[in-house]
């Protein structure tokens, strides 16, 4: 017997979770011609309202498909990762208020809620087969979860749509004008539609539109999403190999994947083939930065889940991430407030421990002139009592632990992955600046 079996039937008590292997089953279709153009889509900053932001500022492959920041700077950034910075001349008015995520296996069927908050989900019982911000007024079209999710962030000032007054997008968002003639989204499908590249590449990957169909803002979402989907679908790492009957993990992984699988508990919420049961919990993390508040709101808060349900019991929950290449994706936490990934994991473990002894030099934040302090939930008594009231319990883990789990993490890596299969583009057909 291979000992990797060995392995799992010696400790069947300790991994009665492991899930099986991932296979092609588990992912959706994809039509190569659409993810070719969604790769093109990706990296052109023409679907930002001022032409200067793609997804790939806030989703590189150089930080693992997210940004290296705690949190991002969209709107009012120059430059790339961890360098970015204010524009002297088009200064910023706030953080993005959430960590960017990883895009990696989003393509899967598991995957059924998006953003931190969970506020795009799969929705059977509506017209779109999704429920979204936008409720009643969500249009049909979008091939999947991930094709909706991937274009909101064209709708918000801080990440692509652009402060407002500045441009024709930021101003429809303004309005509230979303869908249907005039609206943000027909105003950036229109942009592309006006494009000779564009116009060759789209009756390619969608024919009905050689047949006069304009190019529909799902069309442009859809192909991005089938980018994603095939660009970064990782199931090819070590922890995948010795699930398919390879390699058994080094023994300080094994030691972690135990843990993992055991007493320590993370399975609990992390568990199938992805790491994630799809759900929110309150972890009790560090809120930095200025939380999800209306412009007219003071406050800086952000109490996750609750925003979307109104329910009291869903304070400070945050959707459960998928742990697919997680040692690439740092900094961690909805706020990006660890880049320290042990220190995050003995946090986590255990978060009843509360914030008191938080390093705030662990938050990777370039310094920006801002209307809200980055700290002002964690100066307040009371925001941070809030927080760590609802924070669940766990298990304290040694250095040797964290270690170990650290370890097991790493086999969770899919470096082929995290480059990706189509790569960065060396032109995109608006001619505007690819960023590298």
Not at 77 to 106: M, V, W, Y
Not at 128 to 155: C, N, W
């Amino acid at each position: 017997m291979h000992r990797a079996a060995l392995v799992l039937l010696w400790a069947a008590p300790a991994f009665a979770e492991i899930p099986g292997p991932v296979s092609d089953a588990d992912y959706r279709p994809v039509s190569m011609d659409a993810a070719r153009l969604g790769q093109l889509l990706f990296y052109d900053p023409i679907l930002s309202g001022n032409r200067n932001i793609s997804c790939a500022t806030c989703h590189h492959p150089k930080f693992a498909t997210s940004d290296g920041l705690s949190l991002g700077m969209g709107e009012g950034g120059i430059g790339l990762g961890p360098s970015r910075k204010p524009d002297p001349a088009d200064l910023p008015e706030q953080r993005i208020p959430r960590n960017a995520p990883a895009l990696f296996n989003l393509g899967a069927l598991d995957f059924t809620v998006m953003f931190h908050d969970g506020r795009i989900e799969v929705d059977p019982s509506r017209p779109s087969g999704l429920r979204t911000p936008l409720e009643d007024e969500m249009i049909m079209g979008f091939d999947s979860l991930l094709s909706a999710q991937t274009m909101f962030p064209v709708l918000s000032p801080d990440e692509m749509a652009g402060h407002y007054q500045e441009n024709d997008v930021s101003k429809a968002v303004r309005e509230g004008i979303i869908t249907g003639p005039g609206g943000a989204w027909d105003i950036l499908s229109k942009r592309i539609a006006s494009i000779p590249q564009y116009q060759r590449l789209f009756p390619v990957a969608y024919p009905e539109i050689a047949d006069g169909r304009p190019i529909a803002f799902t069309d442009i979402s859809n192909a991005i999403a089938a980018f994603v989907a095939f660009e970064w679908r990782a199931d090819n790492s070590a922890f995948d190999a010795m699930l398919r009957g390879g390699p058994a993990l080094p023994a300080e992984a094994q030691a972690g994947m135990d843990l993992f699988y055991g007493a320590a508990g993370c399975s609990g919420c992390h568990s199938g083939k992805f790491q994630t049961d799809q759900s929110f919990h309150a972890m009790g993390e560090p809120q930095i930065g200025p939380g999800k508040a209306e412009r007219f709101e003071s406050h800086s808060r952000d109490v996750g889940r609750m925003r979307v349900t109104n329910r009291p019991e869903d304070a400070y929950a945050f959707r459960t991430p998928s742990l697919r290449n997680v040692t690439a994706t740092g900094p961690w936490g909805h706020a990006g407030a660890w880049s320290d990934l042990g220190a995050f994991l003995g946090h986590h473990a255990d978060p009843s421990q509360g914030l008191s002894r938080y390093d705030r030099a662990m938050a990777v934040l370039p310094p920006e002139e801002l209307k809200k302090d980055d700290w002002a939930i964690l100066d307040d008594v009371a925001e941070v009592a809030a927080i760590e009231k609802v924070a669940v319990s766990g298990k304290t883990l040694t250095e040797a632990e964290i270690a170990a789990m650290i370890a097991f993490l790493e086999t969770l890596k899919d470096q082929g992955a995290i480059d990706g299969r189509l790569g960065v583009p060396g032109a995109v057909p608006s001619g505007l600046p690819v960023e590298r």
